[in-house]
Nanobody
């Protein structure tokens, strides 16, 4: 079965950086659109970034543009989220998500598979 396992979360001071990674198994990775979402306490899960199966196109929510970079390694079945200039409002559980039909947009309902999440905490 499809498994997505996130890693790389932690505690960082404002202005710092973290790199999240998502390892995928049980799927033909090169046909999947991949995304990152996050959920802060008491809030809805929201879109952060997504990437086309080829890695040639990416999409970000406005609040992270210029600070976060999504990338993928199709040889290793991994997708990463490099997060720079972190802010306290970036604090959330970050989830990796996969769509088998290649969709890589911001609609949560379009993603079929989800990881268990990794906590990111940014202190002020």
């Amino acid at each position: 079965q499809v498994q997505l396992i996130e890693s790389g979360g932690g505690l960082v001071q404002a202005g710092g950086s973290l790199r999240l990674s998502c390892a995928a198994s049980g799927l033909t990775f090169t046909t999947y659109g991949m995304g990152w979402f996050r959920q802060a306490p008491g809030k809805e899960r929201e879109f952060v970034a997504a990437i086309h199966w080829s890695g040639g196109s990416t999409y970000y929510t406005d609040s992270v543009k210029g600070r976060f970079t999504i990338s993928r390694d199709n040889a290793k079945n991994t997708v990463a989220l490099q997060m720079n200039s972190l802010k306290p409002e970036d604090t959330a559980v970050y989830y990796c998500a996969a769509n088998p039909r290649g969709y890589y947009g911001n609609l949560r309902a379009r993603y079929d598979y989800w990881g268990q999440g990794t906590q990111v905490t940014v202190s002020s």
